[in-house]
């Protein structure tokens, strides 16, 4: 166990600190990359939770597709390759209490209903267990997903499209 | 390890998310803060499937990338015509519903 946390307080610091970069770099192209340590991060901790067909897929999806796919409207509108000084709005003060707000509300929140419940991992649950769940009982979502991703797809296409 | 250690981590990156929409204003660092937040759900989820051994927390974060995924083209095609329209993809002059 002591090992396992040592890992995720490692992870734990890492995702933070690139993610309150990716919020404040003014250099968009970095921005995308810092939000790929964080996902990767992310998938670390999947694992840590016993998720790893999750985080395989987190990786495919998240870093290999998403990531790219930010980097190509990145290129597409032709954002600055370099520090941009004009990527934020005048709402920093409001916005950085907003967010500390919202945080400190979550944080009692969370500390009063889940105090100290341990994780105990008593059945992994596998690839095997996630396929036969997905297949099953939650078929229809399973349905509707691919059919959302479809439809998705063509808007897409179709909002882009020069007419 | 406690629960709580993911559900704080979690907490503290949607909120990161939250000042990320509140304060980009170029569209394309929108949507990599929402990118952030859909993911801090998904520590959520995979920490409470996990507390609870019940699969269905996994399933549902894999639904939640296919349906970010999915977001994020659509999201990407929008900010792509705004910028053929308007040549910038700045949100604050992107008030034409404004009344």
Redo the contacts between chains.
């Keep these: 166990m002591l090992a396992q946390n040592i890992i995720f307080g490692i992870l734990a610091f890492v995702m933070i600190v690139a993610a309150f970069r990716l919020v404040t770099t003014k250099n968009v192209v970095r921005a995308a990359l810092f939000l790929a340590i964080v996902l990767a991060g992310a998938a670390g901790q999947f694992i840590l939770l016993a998720a790893e067909f999750v985080a395989v897929v987190q990786v495919l999806v998240y870093i290999g597709a998403i990531v790219v796919l930010l980097l190509f409207g990145v290129m597409l509108t032709r954002a600055p390759i370099g520090r941009d000084a004009d990527v934020d709005n005048d709402q920093r003060l409001v916005g950085g209490l907003v967010a500390l707000f919202l945080l400190g509300a979550l944080a009692a929140v969370l500390a009063d209903a889940w105090g100290d419940d341990k994780i105990s991992f008593g059945t992994v649950q596998g690839v095997g267990e996630v396929s036969d769940s997905i297949f099953g009982p939650y078929v229809i979502a399973f349905e509707v997903v691919s059919i959302l991703l479809l439809a998705a797809l063509v808007g897409a296409v179709a909002i882009a499209r020069r007419d | 390890?406690?629960?709580?250690?993911?559900?704080?981590?979690s907490?503290?990156?949607?909120?990161?998310?939250?000042?990320?929409v509140?304060?980009?204003?170029?569209?394309?660092?929108v949507?990599?803060?929402i990118?952030?937040m859909l993911?801090a759900v998904?520590?959520n989820l995979?920490?409470f499937?996990?507390?609870q051994?019940?699969?269905?927390?996994?399933?549902f974060?894999?639904?939640t990338?296919?349906?970010?995924?999915?977001?994020?083209?659509?999201g990407?095609?929008?900010?792509?015509?705004i910028?053929?329209n308007r040549a910038s993809?700045?949100l604050?002059e992107v008030d034409l519903m404004k009344g």
Aim: proline residues 0%.
């Design positions: 390890m406690y629960l709580n250690q993911f559900l704080f981590l907490a503290v990156l949607f909120c990161l998310g939250v000042y990320g509140l304060v980009r204003k170029n569209g394309v660092l949507l990599m803060s990118e952030l993911n998904n520590i995979i920490a499937g996990a507390f051994d019940n699969v269905a927390g996994q399933v974060a894999l639904f990338i296919a349906v970010a995924a999915a977001e994020v083209g659509v990407l095609a929008i900010v792509l015509v910028f053929r993809i700045d604050d």
